[in-house]
C-alpha cells in the first residue's frame, strides 16, 4: 500500500490524500450550506464558460477511449490476463454481469430510460419535426447512443487499466498504480497523492449526482404509490435513508453485501423487464428496439464524432456534454468497483464482457422503457410528455400510470421504488468502499471507522447538492468534477501503452504462444527474442 498512517484517527489511511480529499469536500459542504444559491449561480456559470470547449474535448476523448478499447480487445494483447496467465476468474460470469450492471448505470438508466426519449421526442438537432413516430425512432437512437458503447469505453479503460496493475503488476489497487510507468518512484510522492486526489474529488460529485437524481426519482415514485408530494424536505429524508443504510452495509465488503444485492437487483430488473413485455404493447416495443438498435449501429461512428459545430442551439451541451463528464465522473468509482471483480480475465473478456454485455442490457432495458412511453404518447392516452415537463423525475411512474392497470400498475410502481432504493443502496455502498479504497492507498479492506465518516459525508454532499438547485446544479457539478480527472485519464493511457510495450504475448492454453508480428514493425519490435547460436552453427552452410 502506499504510505498508510500506522496509528491515530488517520490509521490505514494515506494521511495527505485523505486531509487534502476531507478538507475539499467539507469546504464544498460549508460553502454549499451556506451560500446555496451562489453555489448553484456559480456552477451554472463555469458550465456556461467551459461548454465552448467541452463540446469537442469530451467528443475526441470518449471517441478515442472506444477505438482505443476495442483494439485492446481485439488486438495483439487480447490474451493478457488480468493476473497470472493460468489464474481463472474469481466471480462466475452470472454474478459479474450482475455487479457490473447494478454499480455501472442502475441508478441512472432508471432515471433516463423514460425521460431521455421522451425528451428527445419534442426535439433534437436530428430531425425536422417532433412528436412523430421518425422522432420516435431517433430519440431512442441517441439514448442508446449517450448510455451504450462510448459511455462503457470510458468505465472498461479505467476499470482495465487499474485490474492489470493491481493484479499483473502487484501494485495497489488504487488512480496511481496506473501512472506507475510513467512516474515511477515520484508515484509514491506528491504526483501520485495529487492523482488520487483528483479521482476522489471526481467520484465524490459523480455518485453525489447520481444520488441526487436518484433520490428525486423515489419522490416520485412515493408520491405515485402513496399520494406524497414532491418536496426537499422529502428528498433528504429519503436521501438520508439510503445513505444510513448503505454506510451501514459497507463493512460486510464486495463479496456479500454488494454482491447480494447486485444479483437481487437483476432478477427484479429481469422481472419488470418481463411485465413490461406481458402488459405492454409488445409488437411495438420488440419492433422499435430491434430497429431503434439497428439504426443506433448504423450512426454510431457518426454519432462518436458529432461536436453540433454548425448549430448554436444548445444541445450538445445539454446532452452529450453532460453524459461524458457524468461517465467521467464516475470513471474512478466504477472503474475501481469493476477492477475488483474482474481478477482472471483476459483483455479480450474483459472488454468484450464490460462493453457489450452492459450495452446489450441497456439497449433491452431503454427500448422495453422508453418503448412503452414513446408507444402511449403515439397512439395511446400519452400524458407522459406532460408529466415530464412539469417534473422529468416522474417520467417513469407517468408511463406506468399510462398503462391504465389499475392496482397491478400500482404494484408495480411500488416494485420500482424498491428497485430504486436497492439500487441506490448498491451505488452508494459500492461507491464508499472505493473511495476509501483510494483514500487508504489502494487497501481493499480500509478501516471501518472512515467507511462510516465517507458514508456520512456523500450523503451531505447529496442534500447540499439537492438544496442548491435540483437538476441542473447536479449536471453542472458532474460536467466540471470529471475536467480534471479527463487529464488524469489522458496520463493513464500513456502508462498503459508504456506498459504493454513490455508485455510477453500472454500464453493460453489451445492458441499460439509467440508474439505477433505487426506488418510495419520489424522483429525487435515485434516482442520475439532470437534464439541464441554459437559461432560454429553460425557459419554453418545451409
Known amino acids: 500500500m502506499y504510505q498508510q498512517a500506522q496509528r491515530g484517527l488517520l490509521k490505514g489511511m494515506s494521511p495527505r490524500v485523505t486531509l487534502v480529499t476531507f478538507v475539499i469536500v467539507a469546504v464544498s459542504l460549508v460553502y454549499g450550506a451556506f451560500y446555496t444559491e451562489q453555489l448553484g449561480r456559480g456552477l451554472a456559470l463555469m458550465r456556461s464558460v467551459l461548454d465552448p470547449f467541452l463540446e469537442w474535448y469530451y467528443v475526441l476523448l470518449v471517441a478515442f477511449l472506444l477505438l482505443f478499447m476495442v483494439w485492446l480487445g481485439v488486438g495483439r494483447y487480447k490474451n493478457v490476463r488480468l493476473g497470472a496467465d493460468f489464474e481463472q476468474p474469481e466471480f462466475t460470469f452470472f454474478s459479474w454481469v450482475a455487479m457490473l450492471f447494478a454499480a455501472g448505470t442502475g441508478v441512472g438508466i432508471l432515471f433516463w430510460a423514460v425521460a431521455q426519449p421522451i425528451l428527445q421526442f419534442q426535439e433534437n438537432p436530428f430531425i425536422a419535426e417532433g412528436m412523430t413516430p421518425d422522432a420516435a425512432r431517433v430519440a431512442m437512437r441517441l439514448t442508446y447512443f449517450h448510455w451504450g458503447l462510448n459511455g462503457w469505453a470510458i468505465f472498461s479503460f479505467v476499470a482495465l487499466v487499474l485490474a492489470y496493475f493491481a493484479y499483473r503488476w502487484h501494485l495497489p489497487l488504487t488512480i496511481r498504480s496506473g501512472l506507475q510507468p510513467l512516474l515511477g518512484k515520484r508515484a509514491e510522492g506528491p504526483l501520485g497523492e495529487a492523482v488520487d486526489v483528483l479521482a476522489v474529488f471526481g467520484t465524490v460529485f459523480g455518485i453525489a449526482t447520481t444520488l441526487g437524481l436518484g433520490v428525486q426519482q423515489m419522490n416520485a415514485g412515493l408520491g405515485a404509490v402513496f399520494g406524497l408530494p414532491s418536496s426537499l424536505t422529502l428528498q433528504l429524508i429519503v436521501t438520508a435513508a439510503i445513505m444510513s443504510v448503505a454506510t451501514f452495509s459497507v463493512v460486510s465488503g464486495v463479496k456479500h453485501g454488494v454482491r447480494l444485492l447486485s444479483e437481487a437487483n437483476f432478477w427484479l430488473s429481469i422481472a419488470v423487464v418481463v411485465f413490461l413485455l406481458l402488459f405492454g404493447p409488445t409488437q411495438y416495443l420488440v419492433a422499435i428496439t430491434i430497429e431503434s438498435a439497428g439504426d ?85 392516452v400519452g400524458g407522459i410528455v406532460a408529466a415530464v415537463e412539469e417534473d422529468v423525475a416522474t417520467a417513469l411512474f407517468a408511463t406506468i400510470e399510462a398503462m391504465g392497470l389499475g392496482a397491478v400498475g400500482t404494484l408495480v410502481s411500488a416494485a420500482l421504488v424498491v428497485l430504486i432504493g436497492t439500487y441506490l443502496i448498491t451505488s452508494a455502498n459500492a461507491g464508499t468502499l472505493v473511495i476509501n479504497t483510494i483514500l487508504a492507498g489502494g487497501d481493499p479492506e480500509p ?55 513490455r508485455e510477453r504475448y500472454a500464453a493460453r492454453t489451445g492458441e499460439r504462444a509467440e508474439a505477433p508480428r505487426e506488418p510495419w514493425a520489424d522483429l525487435d519490435d515485434a516482442g520475439a527474442e532470437p534464439v541464441p547460436v554459437s559461432e560454429d552453427e553460425a557459419h554453418k552452410p545451409n
Open 296 to 380: 443506433y449501429i448504423q450512426n454510431l461512428l457518426g454519432m462518436t464524432f458529432h461536436t453540433n459545430a454548425t448549430r448554436d442551439d444548445g444541445w450538445q451541451a445539454e446532452w452529450t456534454v453532460f453524459f461524458w463528464g457524468w461517465w467521467l465522473a464516475w470513471s474512478p468509482f466504477v472503474g475501481m468497483f469493476i477492477a475488483r471483480v474482474s481478477r482472471g480475465r483476459t483483455f479480450r473478456e474483459f472488454v468484450m464482457g464490460v462493453l457489450l454485455v452492459p450495452t446489450v442490457i441497456t439497449v433491452v432495458w431503454i427500448g422495453l422503457f422508453g418503448g412503452t412511453a414513446l408507444y402511449h404518447e403515439l397512439f395511446g
Open 447 to 501: 478501516p471501518t471507522a472512515h467507511r462510516l465518516l465517507w458514508g456520512g459525508l456523500l450523503g451531505l454532499l447529496t442534500a447540499v447538492l439537492l438544496m442548491a438547485g435540483g437538476l441542473e446544479t447536479l449536471q453542472a457539478a458532474v460536467i466540471m468534477a470529471a475536467l480534471p480527472f479527463s487529464v488524469v485519464i489522458m496520463l493513464m493511457i500513456a502508462g498503459l501503452l508504456k506498459a504493454l510495450h
